[in-house]
Every structure is written in C-alpha cells, then in structure tokens.
C-alpha cells in the first residue's frame, strides 16, 4: 500500500505538502495541488481517514441506521441505502449502512462514542422515537429520511402520504370503481407507531371519504400467507369489491394467488395496487402490478444533503423538510370494475 511519503516523492514536493493539498489543511498552489492528485491516483494511494480526523476534527463518516426487516432487505429498501450512499459519495463523504440490534438507543450509543462518524441519517422513523431523543441529547447532528410526531426542529425528507393517497384515490375513481379495500401493515406496526403504516392508513381513509367511495381497512397483512387470509376475509365482507392496495408485496403475493384460486381475474374482476413498492419489484408480478413507487432516490440524497448542511451550518441553523409524493407507476392490474351483475364466488 502507498504511503503519503511515496505520494510526495512521485510528486517531487514535500511530504507536508501532500498532507496540506489531501487534507484541506493550508493553501496549495493550483499546479502543485493537481500534481500530487494526480502522483496519488497513480500509486492508488487512499489517505487515513483516522488521521484526517485527528487533524480536521472531521471524519466524513456518515452513518446510516436501518432497522433490517424480519424478511431482509428487499429491492425497495436498497434503493434508499443505494442513493443515499452516491449522494454521500459525491459530497466526499463515506456512508456506513449500521442494521439496528434490539436495543437501537445501545447501538447508537456504541457507534457514537466510537468517535468515528460524522452524524447519523436515520431511516424507518417512529412517530416517537427513541433514537431522535438519545441524538438530540447527545448533540449529534442527525436527519432523517421520515418523520416523527412532531418533526419540526429536525431536518427530514418524507413522503408526502397525503398526496400519494390522494393520487391512488383518483386513479381508482378515475377508472369508475365506487370503493376499495386497504390491506395495510398488521397491527404490530400500529403499535409501534411506525410512520408510514400510521399516515399511510389515515390518509387513505380520508382520501377515500372525501372522494365518496367507500373504504374497508381492517384486514391487515404482511406475508403471503396473510394475504391470503385477507383476501378471503374481504370477500366475504364484501362480494361485490372491486379493488385492493397492498401496503406489503409479499402480502401480494397471497392475494393474487387467493384471488386465483376463487376464480377471479386480474385485473378483469379486480385491480390491485401496490403501495410504496419500486416499480422493479411491480414488474417481477403477473400481471404486471400497477404500484404507487416510493420516491426513494430523491429521499435518499435528499436526506445526506440535509445532514452535511447540517454539519457545515451548525446546530443553530433553521431545521429543513421536504415531503416528496410517490410517483403513481400504471401496470396491467388496473382496469374499470366488472359490471355490478357478475356472480364471482365469495366462498
């Protein structure tokens, strides 16, 4: 491995000048800066982050906490961590995907005290939650991709659930369906107070009423199996239903094949949308799924610039959100209702 000494030397300057062009530490000549990038890329020369820190009181480490769902990172999650990781990259910064153990407040405090990181983006946010507590007293700049109850002090980039139910509310009304069901997160996310279960399901429920249709929501699901479960229990409740939004795809999954196994075609006897799915994962159904595609690229970078901001303007500055819509993406699950008079079996 290439040393700052073997840098100076291909360079032709001193090694103080090596450190000083690499670092940031001291003016350096324009010639003489490109010259020793130039030396270092040669001799694939990587400098010591631990070193810099010493120096700079900067590590450009950012950290990542993502609580790792019981099924293991899917498509959907990666794209966050993906984006999230360029946009770090391209600001110069390195960015450490941390899953969560149990104990997240214990984690956390184990990573910070490292002395290792910069600040922390925080994703899979609670209304309440206990990490933006413990970083708040701690004084370690943070920002989140997602909300808490009462985000308003903290910088955070979300999905703007109101526009995003109100946008699948259209669609189906648009198509001329009279009413939908939600098959959302079970009741363990509620509990929890897991944002997206919680807003999604509020707004889907007063999009629905102000658009007149109506609106069944009690038939939660997250594995296939489950949505096998819920399917048969929405039919039951109501034989006439014509349209569902999956909040889980594994839950899809059952419903498409209960939907199947009842003799109902999709989309000619029922439309199913995914919610908060990448358009990746919709195309993998058959049908194709139409899905309301989390904007998950725009809040990955979203949330990294929010943070190095942070670090560069200090702990006094004015706190920044931005909620982004899911982008509506139309598969071949997506069609009008059948006509009221058409018998499909409910048992």
Same mark, same amino acid.
């Given at each position: 491995?290439?040393?700052l000494?073997?840098?100076?030397k ?7 000048t090596?450190?000083a062009?690499?670092?940031g =530490? +001291?003016?350096?000549? %324009?010639?003489?800066?490109?010259? @020793?990038?130039?030396? #270092?890329?040669e001799?694939?020369?990587?400098p010591?982050?631990l070193a810099?820190?010493?120096v700079s009181?900067?590590?450009?480490i950012?950290?990542?906490l993502?609580?790792?769902?019981e099924?293991?990172f ?10 999230a990781?360029?946009?770090a990259?391209a600001?110069?910064y390195?960015?450490?995907l941390?899953?969560?153990n ?7 405090r184990?990573?910070t005290?490292l002395?290792?990181?910069?600040g922390v983006l925080?994703?899979?946010?609670r ?5 933006v507590?413990?970083l708040?007293e701690?004084?370690?700049?943070f920002?989140?991709?997602?909300? =808490? +109850?009462?985000?308003a %002090?903290?910088?955070h980039?979300? @999905?703007d659930?109101? #526009?995003?139910?109100r946008d699948?509310v259209a669609h ?6 009279r ?6 997160h ?7 107070h897991?944002?997206?279960t919680?807003?999604t399901g509020a707004e889907?429920a ?5 658009a ?20 048969a229990?929405?039919?039951t409740?109501?034989p006439?239903?014509t ?7 594994h ?5 498409l094949?209960a939907a199947a196994?009842?003799?109902?075609r999709?989309?000619?006897?029922? =439309? ?5 799915t990448a358009?990746?994962?919709a195309?993998m159904?058959?049908p194709q799924l139409t899905?309301?595609?989390p904007p998950?690229?725009?809040l ?8 190095i ?8 500055a ?6 982004v819509?899911c982008?509506?993406v139309?598969?071949?699950?997506s ?7 058409a018998a499909?079996?409910?048992?």
């Amino acid at each position: 491995m290439s040393s700052l000494r073997d840098v100076a030397k291909r360079a032709n300057v001193a090694v103080s000048t090596v450190s000083a062009a690499l670092n940031g =530490t +001291r003016p350096v000549a %324009a010639d003489t800066r490109v010259r @020793i990038e130039a030396a #270092a890329a040669e001799l694939g020369y990587r400098p010591n982050l631990l070193a810099r820190g010493l120096v700079s009181k900067r590590t450009r480490i950012l950290a990542l906490l993502y609580p790792a769902p019981e099924r293991g990172f899917g498509l959907t999650e990666m794209q966050f961590a993906t984006s999230a990781a360029e946009a770090a990259s391209a600001a110069g910064y390195h960015l450490l995907l941390s899953p969560e153990n149990a104990d997240a407040v214990e984690e956390l405090r184990y990573l910070t005290g490292l002395g290792l990181i910069d600040g922390v983006l925080l994703m899979e946010v609670r209304l309440d939650d206990e990490r933006v507590d413990f970083l708040t007293e701690a004084g370690v700049p943070f920002s989140m991709i997602g909300r =808490t +109850r009462d985000p308003a %002090a903290i910088d955070h980039a979300d @999905i703007d659930f109101r #526009a995003t139910a109100r946008d699948a509310v259209a669609h189906l009304a648009g198509l001329g369906h009279r009413g939908f069901a939600f098959v959302n997160h079970p009741a363990d996310a509620y509990a929890a107070h897991y944002g997206p279960t919680v807003r999604t399901g509020a707004e889907f429920a007063t999009a629905a009423a102000d658009a007149g249709l109506t609106y069944l929501d009690a038939f939660p699901a997250e594995t296939a199996e489950q949505g096998r479960r819920a399917f048969a229990q929405l039919v039951t409740a109501d034989p006439q239903l014509t349209a569902i939004a999956v909040m889980s795809d594994h839950a899809a999954v059952g419903v498409l094949a209960a939907a199947a196994e009842y003799g109902w075609r999709v989309p000619q006897d029922l =439309t199913l949308l995914l919610v908060l799915t990448a358009r990746r994962v919709a195309e993998m159904f058959h049908p194709q799924l139409t899905t309301l595609e989390p904007p998950s690229t725009e809040l990955g970078q979203l949330g990294v610039r929010m943070l190095i901001d942070r670090l560069a303007a200090g702990p006094d500055a004015p706190a920044r959100s931005e909620l982004v819509a899911c982008r509506l993406v139309p598969g071949d699950s997506s069609a009008p209702p059948r006509p009221a008079t058409a018998a499909l079996e409910v048992a």
